[in-house]
């Protein structure tokens, strides 16, 4: 889970920790919930941490890359955090902060259903789409 959930009721605090616990064992789809969550708070915190880690001389300036960056947002607790396809629901048309960096390669799905009503049909429309245009690795669509 990337985000704030401290904002959630209780109970459905408890619903989340209860998700992750059936389901930590999964290896073939990871589902990242994003709650209360900001792509630039994110990044901000990212840097905030490095910055401390400069300053304190456990890494130099020159040591900065990608990698880094990406090991510390929240995103990294799991092994695959860019994902190949974003399923945006309601209409929406933008991204609205939401995992700028991780975005950067992956496909995009927009659908006029709300969240509740996106079920098995509009996920199997999603991946036909996504099959459509996804090439392989190292493909001019990547």
Known sequence: MAGDSSKL???????????????????????????????????????????????????????????LIEKELATSCVEFPCPDLLIRTSGELRLRNFMLWQLAHTELYFTQALWPDFGKTEFVKALRSFQQRHGPYGSPND
Not at 13 to 32: A, D, G, M, P, Y
Not at 50 to 65: F, G, N, T, W
Request: charged letters at 30%; glycine letters at 0%.
């Open 9 to 67: 009721t209780k109970s459905l605090r408890r619903v989340l920790i209860k998700v992750e616990q059936l389901t930590k064992q999964n290896s073939q789809f990871h589902l990242i919930f994003a709650i209360n969550y900001s792509r630039k708070s994110d990044v901000t915190q990212a840097c905030k941490s490095i910055a401390h880690r400069v300053k304190d001389s456990l890494i130099h300036p020159e040591d900065i890359d990608e990698e």
